[in-house]
């Protein structure tokens, strides 16, 4: 079992930045953030291996970081340049399969966070 738990997120105006932190219990092979617009499908955001590697959706890349501090068991999310098309609810997800797999799809991640809220304003 696997326990995550997010925080950090906030309104901010268009342009600004936030970074959402998720708790970790449990060892995890691979870690991701994912976001849920009001009526959208949710999608990944970002991904992050054990080993450090990472991928990001082309709609983030350049502004939003993935890291991770395992003596802290906690995984980031740096956004910045936020849009207002970033409006959305955040989500930490985790599987303790398959280090070496990275994949932004639903379907990898087994355990999920209960998700912070990120508002963008214009």
């Known amino acids: 079992q696997v326990q995550l738990a997010e925080s950090g997120g906030g309104s901010v105006q268009s342009g600004g930045s936030l970074r959402l932190s998720c708790a970790v219990g449990?060892?995890?092979?691979?870690m991701a953030w994912f976001r849920q617009a009001p009526g959208e499908e949710r999608e990944g955001v970002a991904t992050?291996?054990?080993?450090?590697?990472?991928r990001y959706a082309d709609s983030v890349k350049d502004r939003f970081t993935i890291s991770q501090d395992n003596a802290k068991n906690t995984l980031y999310l740096q956004l910045n340049t936020l849009k207002p098309e970033d409006t959305a609810m955040y989500y930490c997800?985790?599987?303790?399969?398959?280090?070496?797999?990275?994949?932004?799809?639903?379907?990898?991640?087994?355990?999920w966070g209960q998700g912070t809220q990120v508002t963008v304003s214009s």
């Open positions: 992050i291996t054990r080993t450090g590697r990472t």
């Open positions: 997800a985790a599987d303790t399969r398959n280090e070496n797999y990275l994949s932004l799809m639903k379907s990898r991640f087994k355990y």
């Open positions: 449990g060892y995890t092979a691979c």
